[in-house]
């Protein structure tokens, strides 16, 4: 048995994840080619209970994370080593998620704050956490059939399994591996509408992230009962038993791009887009000025503008034909109240509309 000192080890570097052209294939087998790009991230800094070893035949987890552009999702890895499997969890089931549960946190524009649907505080839900829990398949077989719960307030529940746009869990002996591809929302977040606060990755975003185990070895105790914590970063003592709910405890992740395919500027210069396309602004929530980008598969006449949440109409953003290409166009909002506004997308017959939070 061999110990390993976590105690004094902290990752609060920023997790660099790279822009991959070749995507995974969702099979539960990491070897695919933009895989082996990228360095794998522990997890293995325990904080429940606080300060403990991790034992290495008790568990050890790591993850990999890389994005791309055109796709717009985050796409990870997972690989956890567990001595004991506990599953038992069934979409749909009304009981805590008290088993062997892998867990991850993103914050979408790093604000910290709650994860929650606090409460009716329309200001709480300023991260997603997303407790994964699952039948586990047999040894060698795989399964996509999962939970994605966050817990809001006092046991609400929230399946957010839809934004998830891949998931897939292959089973070993003593081994789990998640192949999973994340659509990422921002803190406008709408239940009912979720598509309008999809934020468009981008090279050099910062975003809030970490991803915990929680391991339970017990499978003849009933109720069943988590016994640690394993997580991405480590957490200050005071903070231990907050961190799942709390993002001003995430870790740092940001996405970079090396290529150099899919900036911004090569965007412009380089083939004309298939379709009429209005991105989400970036960055969103904003505070002075921000950058919105669209898409004209051909030349058109087009009207951008700024609406408030009561239908007026505040500002005109482009009013002219434009050649078919990418464009974007940045809005100082300066002069306007702390609020939503909808920018509107008019080009020839296309016509459609964002969402965006101006926060003085
Ligand atoms: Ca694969
Ligand atoms: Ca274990
Ligand atoms: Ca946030
Ligand atoms: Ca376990």
Known sequence: MVARDFANTTQ????????????????????????????WQTLGQVWIPYGEFVLSDDF?????????????????????????????????????????????????????GLHRIDYGDENAENAFSYHIALDFPEVGETTETFAAMDIAGFWERVDYADHFEHFILRRYEHKLVYEMALKVYDDTYD????????????????????MAYCDND???????????????????????????????????????????????????????PGDFRLMQNYPNPFNSS???????????????????????????????RQSGGYHSVSWNASGFATGVYIFKLQAGEFSTTMKSVLIK
């Open 218 to 272: 017990d499978k003849e105790a009933y109720p069943p009962r988590r016994e640690k914590f394993y997580g991405s970063v480590w957490v200050p003592e005071y903070a231990y038993n907050s961190h799942w709910k709390n993002a001003d405890y995430f870790g740092v992740m940001k996405l970079i791009d090396e290529s150099g395919l899919v900036s911004a500027e090569d965007k412009i210069a380089s083939v004309v």
């Open 12 to 39: 609060d570097d920023t997790v660099m994840v790279p822009h991959v052209t070749q995507l995974p294939v969702f099979d539960g087998i990491g070897d695919d080619e933009c895989w082996e790009e990228v360095e």
């Open 290 to 320: 921000t950058t919105i980008e669209y898409h004209l598969p051909e030349a058109s006449n087009v009207r951008l503008t700024v609406y408030d949440v009561t239908g007026r109409e505040v500002s005109v953003l482009v009013n002219e």
């Open 60 to 112: 050890s987890g790591r993850y990999k994370a890389v994005w791309n552009y055109d796709t717009n999702l985050l796409y990870l890895l997972v690989e956890i080593r567990d001595d004991v499997l506990v599953d038992g969890y069934r979409p749909g089931d009304d009981n805590y998620p008290d088993f062997d549960v892998l867990e991850i946190f993103i914050d979408e524009d790093r604000s910290g």
């Open 191 to 210: 239940h009912d509408n979720p598509e309008a606060s999809r934020v468009q990755l981008t090279p050099d975003k910062i975003m809030g992230f970490t």
